[in-house]
């Protein structure tokens, strides 16, 4: 099964990056959606359905805490499972953004696998 | 101990996300060297300051290997950006491992110093911690300066 993701960072380089990762780590996508902050997320799920959201938190605008914020509280889109990368790996933030919806966390600097990995666990996706 | 913390987390970030096996700990290169210079500022207990400063041709390297792409057909703009995204994740890591249960918060990574001509910026004072590595394409520089908590005359005098 191929899967469809929206990846949002500020950083056009690390969303080539993770893009990549999961491309090259044999993740099937069949869609690949990008934006640059939590808005340019918003308006991407008006328009695509996507099968899960990879965020990254601090970013201009609306930031990666807001995004989630405004996913649980949309009926369509809270279904729709947000996997947080960041490089802020203290428990206190980790704690913080599941209780906010994530149902995923992945610590920068990430080996290829564990992005997988994760994105595996989050989708249900059977190991190989 | 935040010296340690530096190491393994230039190690670490190398490593994972740019696989890089670096060269080993090195000098720091001179003042008129072609570097790129990053800043960025942290909020949290205690707050600071992260400077990385790369050669640039390491930071050109780097970038065409993040991206998959030839290094000679890389913009200034992408090396640029993954010149930041690095500053940004040794900085990150660096804080996690010294505070990990802290929170904080960092702003956003900017280059302050693009050529020998523009480095007029003062470098982190002395106090700041600092450890250099050998990339194979030149040296990398990370910086941390974490802000101590200055006593107040009552407390000062009453210890």
Redesign the interface.
């Known amino acids: 099964m191929a899967y469809r993701v929206l990846i949002t960072d500020d950083?056009?380089?690390?969303r080539?990056?993770v893009r990549?990762v999961i491309e090259l780590s044999g993740f099937e996508l069949s869609a690949c959606f990008e934006a640059g902050d939590g808005a340019e997320a918003m308006d991407v799920l008006k328009k695509e359905w996507v099968d899960a959201i990879l965020t990254d938190i601090?970013m201009?605008g609306v930031d990666g805490e807001e995004l989630l914020r405004r996913l649980a509280a949309d009926e369509l889109l809270c279904g729709i499972p947000a996997i947080v990368i960041?490089?802020?790996?203290?428990?206190?933030?980790i704690a913080r953004l599941l209780a906010l919806g994530a149902r995923g966390y992945v610590?920068?600097?990430?080996?290829p696998e564990t992005l997988r990995a994760e994105l595996e666990r989050t989708l249900g996706v059977p190991c190989d | 101990m935040i010296r340690a913390a530096l190491a393994s987390a230039v190690g670490d970030v190398l490593e994972s996300m740019f696989f890089l096996d670096t060269l080993g700990e090195a000098g720091e290169p001179p003042a008129g060297a072609d570097t790129v210079k990053v800043h960025l500022s942290f909020e949290g207990d205690p707050p600071g300051c992260f400077e990385m400063r790369l050669a640039r041709r390491a930071a050109n390297a780097i970038a065409a290997d993040f991206l998959g792409e030839d290094a000679g057909s890389l913009t200034p703009r992408q090396s640029t950006d993954v010149t930041l995204e690095l500053a940004n994740m040794i900085c990150g890591a660096v804080l996690s491992r010294i505070e990990s249960s802290a929170t904080f918060r960092l702003g956003a990574p900017r280059v302050v110093a693009d050529s020998v001509a523009d480095d007029t910026r003062e470098p982190l004072p002395e106090e700041a911690t600092r450890y250099t590595v050998e990339t194979g394409s030149g040296t990398l520089t990370a910086s941390i300066r974490m802000e101590t908590r200055t006593c107040t005359a009552t407390e000062k005098y009453a210890s």
Request: aromatic share 10%.
């Open positions: 950083s056009p380089a690390m080539s990056f990549r601090n201009p960041s490089t802020d790996a203290t428990q206190n933030r610590t920068k600097p990430f080996r």
